[in-house]
């Protein structure tokens, strides 16, 4: 799949989230219910910016030494009889896990929700193999079964999706008979699953952080779909970016911490897994064969950039989960598999702004992604950011830029901005209805759409000032 998900130019992607009734009432719900959840957690934890600013600190320390813990890191899994690869590039992780599968002979895998093997696009590599991929998350295996449709939540991926819409997939695809109760559908999916968990010959996972001191990774979920997919399978493989690590198990409970609470409102998910190396003698299950592919993809380059604390991300989505622009266009509008603050902020970073220069551009500023952060990225200035070197670059539309160097002239001459503002009512005069513009001409169209902008006044306050001075009022 990779980051980028769909052809469509971002207008019309934004177009159909629009016209798109369903998402639209799914995420506006999962929002106010998310963010109800969230606040409450916040309160039972104490002074949460206190808590925020400890996070910050963690991440902006790793990151500062991010040689030295991934260093740590590579020998304590190998001390532990594991394999490390660092891949610089998508298509050398991808090399070194079919590598794996085939000389394993792997024909089935079993894989647990992962964000980065979703922007290496690994499913269609070990597919390009031979080898049957299942996800395991039920919100990945209802998308995975469903034509393969991309995620469009970074943790409810199938959050456009309703109870009859799963309902009719399973029935379609799967030769489900029952009816579209959550139980039910659950039950079914837990069914299926189990047999491809029991004749798994490779298991594959993402990492929610790595501890650098022990060598583990560690494991945050609410389904345990990722412990059977560690625990039966004979060899395992987890891929993480390269900036999923923390120092200590202080730092990780700290982290899993803030991010249970931010991510779905609970003190702990269910199950908050952390693996060692491989099985041991006396254990009862665990792989005999533990591989971690660490990947940068373009992390390294944001390294040392004003961009560099979008790599703080814990991949909660609270940005997402207030962001007005998200509520209203959904995931699949930016595509690409980051969708939200954190997406419009960190796709052109990984894969650069020739198709995504519109991304950020899809914010009101408001700052509320900024304010949910839990490890405290700047994202509506990173926003800003990125819009400053798309137009330093000339990356705009030449419509844009034009008009931009015209309303420069014009505002630099006292002349032409007095004959402008003499002008504007009888300019606008076609386009107003009831004191507002309505269908505007040229870039107007995209806002009168949607909302009312005021018609300019046929007295102008330099007009109306100067009559009120004349008429004796006071200044």
């Not at 009859?164 to 959550?182: A, C, L, V």
């Not at 690590?245 to 730092?251: A, D, K, L, R, S």
């Not at 703080?312 to 998200?326: D, G, L, S, T």
């Not at 952060?373 to 034009?402: D, G, N, S, W, Y």
Request: charged content about 25%; hydrophobic content about 35%; some cysteine.
């Amino acid at each position: 799949m990779g980051i980028k998900i769909g052809d469509p130019a971002f207008s019309k992607r934004v177009e159909e989230g629009l016209g798109n009734s369903f998402m639209r009432q799914a995420v506006t719900g999962a929002q106010e219910r998310l963010k109800t959840s969230k606040s409450k957690a916040e309160e039972e934890l104490g002074d949460w910016e206190e808590w925020r600013n400890l996070s910050e600190e963690i991440r902006t320390h790793t990151l500062e030494n991010i040689d030295y813990y991934l260093h740590q890191l590579s020998e304590n899994v190998t001390k532990h009889g594991g394999h490390v690869f660092f891949a610089q590039t998508a298509e050398e992780a991808n090399a070194y896990i079919k590598q794996v599968a085939q000389d394993k002979q792997a024909k089935k895998v079993v894989k647990s929700k992962s964000m980065v093997t979703e922007e290496i696009s690994m499913n269609d590599a070990l597919e390009s193999i031979g080898c049957d991929v299942v996800e395991t998350d039920l919100g990945e295996y209802i998308l995975q079964i469903d034509d393969h449709d991309p995620p469009s939540h970074i943790v409810a991926p199938a959050l456009h999706k309703n109870k009859e819409q799963i309902r009719d997939t399973f029935k379609e695809k799967k030769g489900y008979t029952k009816t579209e109760n959550p139980q039910e559908l659950t039950l079914f999916a837990r069914e299926q699953l189990r047999k491809e968990f029991l004749s798994a010959d490779l298991g594959i996972t993402g990492c929610n952080f790595a501890v650098a001191e022990s060598g583990s990774v560690s494991l945050v979920t609410n389904e345990g779909n990722a412990r059977l997919a560690t625990a039966l399978p004979k060899t395992q493989i987890t891929v993480m970016g390269m900036e999923r690590v923390v120092p200590t198990w202080e730092e990780l409970d700290i982290l899993v911490s803030m991010l249970c609470r931010s991510a779905v409102g609970q003190k702990l998910t269910s199950y908050v897994t952390g693996l060692t190396g491989i099985r041991e003698e006396g254990d009862i299950d665990g792989p005999e064969e533990f591989h971690l592919v660490i990947v940068d993809n373009g992390r390294s380059k944001i390294l040392g950039t004003e961009f560099q604390a979008a790599l703080h991300c814990i991949r909660c989505a609270a940005c997402i989960n207030v962001c007005p622009i998200y509520r209203h266009v959904g995931g699949h509008s930016y595509g690409s598999i980051y969708p939200g603050p954190i997406g419009a902020v960190l796709t052109p970073l990984l894969e650069g702004y020739d198709d995504h220069k519109d991304l950020p551009y899809a914010s009101s500023l408001c700052a509320a992604c900024t304010d949910a952060c839990p490890v405290k990225i700047p994202l509506h200035e990173m926003l800003i950011q990125h819009r400053r070197i798309i137009a330093e670059e000339k990356r705009t539309p030449k419509t844009e830029a034009l008009a931009m160097k015209g309303f420069g002239v014009g505002v630099s001459s006292p002349t032409l901005y007095k004959m402008g503002t003499k002008m504007a009512p009888m300019m606008m005069f076609p386009f107003v209805k009831d004191g507002a513009i309505v269908k505007g001409p040229g870039p107007l169209k995209g806002w009168t759409d949607v909302r009312d902008m005021p018609a300019p006044s046929k007295e102008r306050f330099r007009d109306w000032y100067a009559t009120r001075n004349k008429g004796g009022g006071q200044a």
